[in-house]
């Protein structure tokens, strides 16, 4: 199983990046798909996760200015008004249930600069 994620990159603060995570590989459909992050010295924290039937969570940080969206077997990040604090390493995840084991993207780094 793979989760290839992509869209990161260096953006000043105010603006707008998409990532993107593509899953493949796997027999069975994951019944939620998200996005998580790591800013350096920090804990991975959730950012927003969508099932299957697109059903959404978000984290506070992430409401109103994050939007998660799904096609299939592909999730996308829109972030807009982006700020220096989203800096982090952004990782993608699915699971098969919603108690089951994450498998996890590589990580797309985003960088937002002042």
């Known amino acids: 199983v793979q989760l290839q994620a992509s869209g990161g990159g260096l953006v000043q603060a105010g603006g707008s990046l998409r990532l993107s995570c593509a899953a493949s590989?796997?027999?069975?459909?994951?019944?939620?798909m998200g996005w998580y992050r790591q800013a350096p010295g920090k804990q991975r924290e959730l950012v927003a996760t969508i099932t299957s039937d697109r059903s959404t969570n978000y984290a506070d940080f992430a409401k109103g200015r994050f939007t998660i969206s799904r096609v299939n077997t592909k999730i996308y990040l829109q972030m807009n008004n982006l700020k220096p604090e989203d800096t982090a390493v952004y990782y993608c995840?699915?699971?098969?249930?919603?108690?089951?084991?994450?498998?996890w993207g590589q990580g797309t780094q985003v960088t937002v600069s002042s």
């Open positions: 995840l699915g699971r098969q249930f919603s108690y089951s084991s994450p498998y």
């Open positions: 590989g796997s027999s069975f459909s994951f019944y939620i």
